[in-house]
C-alpha cells in the first residue's frame, strides 16, 4: 500500500494561542504527545521515509523524538526562519532529494487522523495519477477554513477566507491541510511560490493554484469525521480532542 510514499510531518509552529511555554506539539491527547499521535499512525502505514519539520523550541521537540525509539528512522529539519506552511515544506527537500516517488504532507497538530483515512487518500491518489490529492472535510458553518472549488470531481483552487466571494464562502467543504503530492511536482513547485500576502508567508495552499494553472489533475477525498482532522490551536480544542479521544475508547 505505502510503496513509493514519504512523509513529510509539519510542528515548526508557535501555538501562541496555547498560551504555554511548551510546543505546541508536545501537548498531550489522551496522555500522549500530539506529534506522537501523528507519529505513530504513519509508522502504522509502513512508509519508510518520514520526515518532521520543526522550529520553535525546535531542540526541545527534537531530543523528544530522539529519545523514543520507535522513532528512531526519523528525520528531523528545522526551519530556522518561520516563513510558511510552503517554505516549511520546503525545508524536507534536501533529505528528499532525488526523491521521484509521492509525499504525504501532515500536521503534527491534527492528531485524531488515522491509517485508515490516510490509506484511502494515498489509494485515491495514485489510482487518478494526480500531482496533489487534498484531503477535505464538510462543515456545517466553514467560517475561516480555505474552501475547496471544484469542477467535477477536479480541485479547480483553494479559496482563502479573506479572498473567497460571496458564493465560495458559501462552500462548506473545506481544506484539512493534509495532502499527497508527486515529489518531482511538489518540490518544483515550491520554488516557485512568492510571499505575496499580508503576513509574507510561502503558503503551501498556493501550491494547488500553481499546479492548477499548468494543467495538472487535482483531486480530493472528503474526510467525514470533522473531528478526526481538527487541529489543535489552544486549550479549548485541547480539551475537545482530549473528549473525543476518550469517547473513542469507551
Known amino acids: 500500500m505505502s510503496k513509493g510514499f514519504a512523509s513529510v510531518i509539519l510542528g515548526a ?8 511555554t511548551l510546543p505546541k506539539v508536545l501537548h498531550t ?16 502505514l509502513s512508509i519508510n521515509q518520514q520526515v518532521l519539520v520543526v522550529g520553535f523550541r525546535g531542540k ?12 528512531s528512522k526519523v528525520k528531523i529539519v528545522f526551519q530556522a526562519q518561520r516563513l510558511g506552511s510552503g517554505h516549511a515544506v520546503l525545508q ?3 533529505v528528499l532529494a532525488g526523491y521521484r516517488g509521492n509525499v504525504l504532507v501532515l500536521c503534527a497538530d491534527v ?7 490516510l490509506q484511502k487518500l494515498m489509494t485515491l491518489h495514485q489510482r487518478q495519477g494526480n500531482a496533489v490529492t487534498i484531503l477535505t472535510t464538510i462543515m456545517a458553518v466553514p467560517t475561516g477554513y480555505g474552501r475547496i472549488i471544484r469542477a467535477g470531481d477536479q ?17 462548506q467543504e473545506i481544506n484539512t491541510g493534509i495532502y ?15 510571499p505575496n500576502n499580508q503576513k509574507k508567508e510561502y503558503y503551501l495552499t ?7 494553472q499548468e494543467g495538472a489533475c487535482i483531486g480530493a477525498l472528503i474526510c467525514v469525521s470533522n473531528q478526526e482532522v481538527a487541529g489543535i490551536n489552544d486549550q479549548q480544542q485541547l480539551a475537545e480532542a482530549n473528549a473525543y479521544y476518550t469517547s473513542k475508547r469507551l
Open 60 to 71: 526541545t521537540v527534537a531530543s523528544h523524538i530522539k529519545d523514543n525509539p520507535r522513532y
Open 13 to 20: 509552529g508557535e501555538g501562541t494561542r496555547m498560551k504555554s
Open 111 to 117: 492528531p485524531m487522523i488515522t491509517k485508515e483515512t
Open 29 to 44: 491527547v489522551g496522555g500522549k504527545p500530539l506529534v506522537d499521535h501523528v507519529l505513530d499512525t504513519v509508522l502504522a
Open 92 to 94: 524536507a527537500a534536501k
Open 180 to 194: 499527497c503530492f508527486q515529489a518531482p511536482d511538489l518540490f518544483r513547485i515550491l520554488k516557485k511560490i512568492r
Open 155 to 171: 480541485v479547480v483552487k483553494i479559496a482563502e477566507e479573506k479572498d473567497a466571494s460571496g458564493q465560495e464562502k458559501r462552500v
Open 206 to 212: 498556493d501550491a494547488i493554484g500553481l499546479l492548477q
